[in-house]
């Protein structure tokens, strides 16, 4: 569809988790589609584009999946403020409902209350190649017969009938005959009730107007006064929400029940089915979690290690276009000019792209993962014990996925529907030591512990690690008795059978999930990275520029040559920077974990990203061109034998008033302590932005790991 070109069709796909939704979705849309925030919440709702076999322009609305249109969870809550709401802009003209055909009789109780809105609905039964491999035997026009709607069979992931389904939905759209009859008869009550409320607020369903009472202190459509109202119903005719809800839900099962066992013919049930004898290894309660820790260490060695193949390919690119484009700037624009471009602009870009690969591997393997019926074990197996600290079975996955990047497993915890659980998992997850503090780590624990062995540096790395997962995990539980929340958390899970990945389907996920990353942060990561060099790049007056003349006048008095005069020049104007003023304006604050001033520069900076913490103090120790040297030399060396030339020179530092050694024991375990906790990572805040959707919350992270950072931080310099 053409930008500007209005669609003449909204059609709401809906149906409950694990329906296949999302594969039908791609089948209809392809890459006609974009990922968005619904209004007033932090959920994402997918939205695409397709033409009927008419040649009409329909939007297709994925709207979260949910059991029922009494909603547990913040994301399921989307759907029944959707359809309780004819105003809303995601209110269909037509429902697509997506059923399970395996496991159907679980699925209807949504379509069943679907039904009782009298909105134009079709009934598309998903899965029904793996049905029929099953021996499965469904009367589809048995069933349109009783539920008075459109129903066929289809293939979300073959795409069989599809074709067939657009043939079916334009026909719906374009009926003019009266809706489908109700489905649920609902009692004296809830009669008395819905007519008062219908009265009152003008609705014209029966069922919707009982939807809106059970659901009115949530829906946000509606007024102060109508909640006033709708309280004043309830309490005047003594309706009870949650026993009416309770009773809803039998009724209708006793109904539906025997229709789907009229019309579907299962197989004799085997005693033990393949995905039983899978399940009975993968989720067994001693070699099921080893397993999983064997499948999370190779999708972290993927990510890691692909990061380190690919992320180069971006950084190499990056830099080559850097290079191109620098010159041509400078000729039109002025060095001033360029510098902007290159070092401000640029490097922001390089900031957001360089994470793509990362976004892009955990993704893919968590979807294929998610794909194959994996996932919903996992959530299963660790379920229970996530709870104990506040997070549920899906956040494991984020966590791990932390050991590579945050970033990519903040965006993760979208499958976690629980608001708290959600928001915990992503206020935690970045203390999980991710790939870019190890090049910190490496330079550090040599210079913390000189003497040591490299068993004992190793000790050391691996201790890092502990601290992150107990610092994780201890501020969970204080979160969890701190935060309050009304939603209820419990595990409602289907478990999938086992099948081969639908790759069309996979391919598109990550997409979708790429583009959502760079569209989502490029803009914060490419402001702080501006402000960043402006602070570095600029100071007060023309200080840099004296820096720079004596500098220079050094220089010659010390007989340097052109590559160290220039490093020369380099670290006294970042002292002269405003960035600079500001590392030797909070050395006061940061002397009682034993930092100086080049220290406080180096945090400041760092916040880029944790690994500019080793640039930065090459350019503090003059040693920027030797730095570029060991960067290249260090994918060839053992880790505790890179930086030597940096390590030497912050062996030697001296504090300026009293002469004593900066970088001694103390000092150093007191600096890897703080990068193991801080929040020294600009692209993990706006992710964190992203997917809370409330500065705040990045607010509330950047300080709170902060400080306990540097409480942390202190404890050790004392110990030490």
């Known amino acids: 569809m053409s930008e500007g070109r209005h669609p003449a069709f909204t059609v709401a796909l809906i149906g409950n988790p694990n329906s296949g939704k999302s594969t039908v979705f791609n089948q209809l849309t392809g890459l006609r589609q974009r990922t968005g925030n619904f209004p007033g919440v932090t959920v994402d709702i997918k939205e695409g584009h397709f033409h009927l076999p008419g040649g009409k322009d329909v939007k297709l609305v994925d709207l979260p999946g949910t059991y029922s249109l009494y909603p547990t969870s913040s994301d399921e809550r989307i759907v029944a403020e959707v359809m309780t709401n004819p105003k809303n802009p995601s209110y269909p003209d037509a429902v697509i409902y997506v059923a399970d055909s395996i496991h159907l009789e679980k699925h209807l109780l949504l379509f069943t209350q679907l039904l009782d809105l009298q909105v134009p609905l079709l009934l598309a039964l998903n899965m029904s190649d793996m049905a029929e491999e099953e021996g499965i035997k469904i009367n589809t026009a048995r069933l349109s017969e009783k539920f008075d709607v459109p129903v066929l069979s289809i293939s979300g992931r073959t795409g069989y009938n599809i074709p067939r389904l657009n043939t079916e939905l334009e026909r719906l759209l374009l009926q003019k ?36 009472l059970h659901h009115r202190e949530w829906l946000d459509f509606l007024s102060a006064a109508d909640r006033e109202t709708l309280d004043v119903i309830a309490q005047t005719k003594d309706f009870h929400s949650l026993r009416a809800q309770v009773d809803e839900t039998l009724n209708r099962f006793d109904i539906f029940t025997p229709i789907v066992q009229d019309a579907v013919q299962s197989p ?32 972290f060695m993927v990510i890691f290690y692909g990061y380190e193949i690919t992320g180069g390919w971006v950084e190499g690119f990056m830099d080559w276009l850097i290079g191109q484009t620098e010159p041509l700037v400078a000729a039109v624009g002025g060095q001033g000019i360029a510098d902007f471009f290159s070092k ?199 200080a840099l520029e004296q820096a720079e003349t004596r500098a220079r006048q050094d220089a010659v008095q010390m007989q340097l040559d052109s590559n160290a005069a220039n490093d020369l020049v380099a670290a006294r104007q970042l002292r002269a920077s405003w960035i600079g003023q500001m590392g030797q304006a909070i050395e006061p604050a940061i002397r009682p974990l034993g930092y100086d001033w080049k220290i406080g520069i180096a945090l400041i900076s760092s916040f880029a990203a944790r690994e500019v913490f080793n640039s930065t103090m090459y350019t503090m120790y003059s040693l920027e061109s030797v730095g570029a040297e060991e960067e290249e030399k260090s994918a060839d060396q053992k880790p505790f034998e890179r930086y030597i030339s940096l390590r030497g020179r912050m062996a030697e530092d001296r504090f300026e008033d009293n002469g004593r050694a900066v970088y001694s024991t103390a000092t150093g375990m007191s600096l890897l302590v703080f990068y193991a906790l801080a929040m020294q990572c600009m692209s993990t805040l706006a992710a964190t932005k992203r997917e809370t959707g409330r500065w705040r919350w990045a607010i509330f992270q950047f300080f709170f790991m902060g400080a306990m950072a540097y409480l942390f931080a202190w404890v050790a310099y004392q110990v030490f």
């Open 344 to 542: 401000g602009i640029m490097e922001g870009f390089k900031g957001v792209l360089v994470f793509v690969p990362q976004v892009a591997l955990l993704f893919l393997l968590i979807t294929i993962l998610e794909e194959v019926g994996y996932l919903a074990r996992v959530v299963f197996m660790f379920d229970k014990t996530m709870r104990r600290y506040g997070m549920n079975g899906r956040s494991i996955v984020a966590l791990i996925g932390g050991g590579a990047c945050a970033v990519p497993a903040i965006m993760g915890t979208r499958t976690i529907s629980n608001w708290k659980e959600r928001i915990i998992t992503i206020m935690v997850t970045p203390f999980i030591s991710c790939s870019a503090r190890i090049p910190v780590y490496m330079v550090l624990i040599p210079v913390a512990l000189p003497n040591a062995h490299w068993w004992t540096w190793s000790f050391v790395f691996a201790g890092m690690y502990v601290l992150g997962i107990l610092a994780a995990f201890g501020s969970a539980f204080v979160m969890k008795k701190i935060m309050r929340s009304s939603d209820p958390s419990f595990l409602a899970l289907e478990m999938p059978v086992y099948r081969i990945p639908h790759w069309k389907n996979v391919w598109l996920t990550v997409w979708d999930k790429v583009v959502a990353f760079i569209s989502g942060v490029w803009k914060i990561i490419l402001i702080i990275t501006v402000v960043l060099w402006v602070l570095s790049g600029s100071g007060p007056g023309d």
């Open 177 to 212: 005959t009266t809706p489908h009859k109700r489905f649920y008869q609902c009692t004296a009550v809830e009669k008395q009730v819905s007519e008062t409320v219908k009265l009152n607020l003008g609705i014209d369903n029966q069922y919707r107007a009982l939807l809106v």
């Open 268 to 299: 004799p049930l085997h005693p033990i089915t393949p995905t039983d004898r899978i399940d009975a290894v993968l989720t067994h309660r001693f070699f099921g979690p080893i397993i999983f820790f064997s499948v999370m260490l190779l999708v």
